[in-house]
């Protein structure tokens, strides 16, 4: 199993920035792909970012393009996601999860999540 635990959420203002970490203990020698999530009250959880093991491929979710950036550190065991010119919209508690298909936006096949933290953005 693979133990996930989500940091660095808050509060900022609009235009701000916050990083977001995904740190991974347990069968952390197993090849998996780490994406981001987020789901505000009321809405189905969304994709938001994803990458592989080596960190050579990634994704993102149209909304994000351009603002966030998802990065890892496997000697850290340790997965980021950079978040800069926050809009009230990215208000969400953000997951992190693991999953053997890269890339994928269906949150069915991530296999391992953490328990979130709350990101707003106030305008």
């Known amino acids: 199993q693979v133990q996930l635990v989500e940091s660095g959420g808050g509060l900022v203002q609009a235009g701000g920035s916050l990083r977001l970490s995904c740190a991974a203990s347990g069968r952390t020698s197993s090849n998996y792909g780490i994406g981001w999530f987020r789901q505000a009250p009321g809405n189905e959880r969304e994709f938001v970012a994803s990458i592989n093991w080596s960190g050579s491929s990634t994704r993102y979710a149209d909304s994000v393009k351009g603002r966030f950036t998802i990065s890892r550190d496997n000697a850290k065991n340790t997965v980021y996601l950079q978040m800069n010119s926050l809009k009230p919209e990215d208000t969400a508690v953000y997951y992190c999860?693991?999953?053997?298909?890269?890339?994928?936006?269906?949150?069915?096949?991530?296999?391992?999540w953490g328990q979130g933290t709350q990101v707003t953005v106030a305008s």
């Open positions: 999860a693991t999953s053997f298909v890269h890339g994928s936006s269906n949150p069915r096949v991530y296999d391992y």
